[in-house]
Structures are given as C-alpha cells and as structure tokens.
C-alpha cells in the first residue's frame, strides 16, 4: 500500500501520560499536515511540514504539543501531560506541493484520554 | 482570511434520486477548493477539487461540483444516489495566506442519508 499509513490507530491513555504518534506519508510528497478532529466537527490544522522544517503551527497546538519529522520523511506528534480535552481524531496528510494540490489522508489515530 | 460554511448539517435522500449538498465560501483570492468524503471508521478521500480550470469540477463516484464566483458557490450534486453515498461529506478550500502553507480548512460537514 502506497498511501499515507498512521500508527497506532486506537490509543487510550489516562490523563496526564505522555503519547506518541507516527505518520508515514506517501514517499514522494515533500509536504505532511497534522490535523485533529473532534465527534462532528471538520478536521482542523494543527501544523505543517515541509520536508524537515516546520513552518508553520496553529495557536490549537499549546505548548504540550511537539511534532518532528526527521530527515523529512516520517513525521511522529507527540502530546505531554495529556488531557481529556485532546481526546480526538488525529490526522495526518502529505502533499507533492502546497496550494490548490490535493492533500491524502491517513487513516487517524484516535485518542481516548480517560 | 478564507472560510467555508456548509449549509446542511444533515440531510436524507431516497436511493435513486439526486444529491445536493451546499457550501458556500469566503475567499480574497482565488480559491482552491476540493470536496472531501469520510465513511465510518475510513480515512478522508478526496472527491473532487477545482483550482481555476473549469468551473464545472467532475469528479469519483459520478459526483459534480461547480464554482459560481457570483454566489461565492460550491455545491456538490450526484444524480442518483446508491446507499454507498451514505456518509459525512466536507467542503475544503486551501488557504492562500502569505504562508502559503496550502493547509486545509474545512467545513463543519454534511452527513448524507441515503433511504432504501
């Protein structure tokens, strides 16, 4: 499979404990989005990637909130001190380019902060 | 700063009869706009996307969109539902801001019922 792969896709975790997310993107694409998606709501942007350098990130993401993608490929979000408010989808996409180019999604990583 | 509003949280069609679900947008510039779909428990899968070509936008699935400057439009119709339409469906334009990121932002979304 040559889309965008997440891991893990479910992850429950009690408030306060630290959390991990990987994103593999498609490996051509240059350009990787985070977004976080909570029940009935669209997905909204959290940060974005290109290649190695993050360049830009959404006021959504406090301080608690770090993301990398070394060497530009793989992207990992990690969450500290986690709290039942960060309970949501997270989403992760790559793009060849930015503007006016399609965006492919992974399948999600749902957190559950209990 | 752009923005999409979706102007039906729900609705419910009969299998065999048309789609209409209706966004509107809100763009200085020229906007890139897509059409997003979301099946339960599945990934977002791109529908369909108009980036200043056509202004009659095909896409999967048999699915249309058309860009109307005039009414700041972006309706997606279908004209015949199946009961694999049954889903929640996202309007999405790109933003054009001075980063030039190409982030997303969505619509709230429409979910689609489709009756047997």
């Known amino acids: 499979d040559t889309g965008v792969s997440q891991d893990p896709r479910h992850k429950i975790t009690k408030r306060g404990q630290n959390v991990t997310f990987r994103c593999d993107p498609i490996s051509e694409h240059n350009r990787l989005y985070w977004y976080r998606q909570t029940l009935g709501q669209g997905p909204e942007f959290l940060t974005y990637?290109?290649?190695?350098?993050?360049?830009?990130k959404s006021r959504l993401l406090s301080d608690r909130f770090s993301a990398e993608r070394p060497k530009g490929s793989f992207s990992t979000l990690e969450i500290q001190r986690t709290e039942q408010g960060d309970s949501a989808m997270y989403l992760c996409?790559?793009?060849?380019?930015?503007?006016?180019?399609?965006?492919?999604f992974g399948p999600g990583t749902r957190l559950t902060v209990t | 700063a752009q923005s999409v509003t979706q102007l039906d949280s729900h609705v419910s069609v009969s299998e065999g009869t048309p789609v209409l679900l209706r966004c509107n947008y809100s763009?200085?510039?020229?906007?890139?706009l897509f059409w997003y779909v979301q099946h339960p428990n599945k990934g977002l899968q791109l529908l369909l996307k108009?980036?200043?070509?056509?202004?009659l936008v095909k896409g999967i699935n048999g699915f249309e969109a058309e860009f109307k400057k005039s009414e700041t439009s972006f309706h997606l119709t279908k004209p015949s539902a199946h009961m694999s339409d049954a889903a929640e469906y996202f309007c999405?334009?790109?933003?054009?801001?001075?980063?030039?990121?190409?982030?997303?932002?969505f619509g709230q979304g429409t979910t689609l019922q489709v009756k047997p």
């Open positions: 990637f290109q290649n190695e350098a993050q360049l830009e």
């Open positions: 996409a790559s793009s060849l380019r930015g503007q006016g180019y399609e965006q492919y």
């Open positions: 999405v334009v790109s933003d054009l801001g001075s980063s030039n990121t190409g982030k997303l932002i």
């Open positions: 763009s200085s510039y020229s906007p890139s």
């Open positions: 108009y980036t200043s070509a056509a202004t």
